[in-house]
Nanobody, 119 residues
């Protein structure tokens, strides 16, 4: 599965951005991750194949919303109330397993999109 992330940019603190991930093939659990400079990649959010189950990192809960459009084969991440600490490269990823396990191995990764939040 090929994944193409888009929608990053520069925004002021308190602002919003919407990231989108377009997939080329069949996808199951999809996730968003991020990596800030000098830090390890961290989990942000995941959504089940049917879109009915979602989970979030505590740091983004209540501010970010993950969703998917089966017809378009896309997964979006709506990011509101952005903070400078949200600055990172954001990656979308896909699991090939049918099992709902958002902390499991993600097999396919997109190229990343930069999100910069200024204070």
């Amino acid at each position: 599965v090929q994944l193409q992330a888009s929608g990053g940019g520069l925004v002021q603190a308190g602002g919003s951005l919407r990231l989108s991930c377009a997939a080329s093939g069949r996808t199951y659990t999809m996730g968003w991750f991020r990596q800030a400079p000098g830090k390890e990649r961290e989990f942000v959010a995941a959504i089940s194949r049917n879109g009915l189950i979602t989970t979030y990192a505590d740091s983004v809960k209540g501010r970010f919303t993950i969703s998917r459009d089966a017809a378009k084969n896309t997964v979006d991440l709506q990011m509101n109330s952005l903070k400078p600490e949200d600055t990172a490269v954001y990656f979308c990823a896909a699991r090939r397993s049918l099992t709902w396990n958002p902390s499991g191995t993600y097999d396919d990764w997109g190229q990343g999109t930069q999100v910069t939040v200024s204070s």
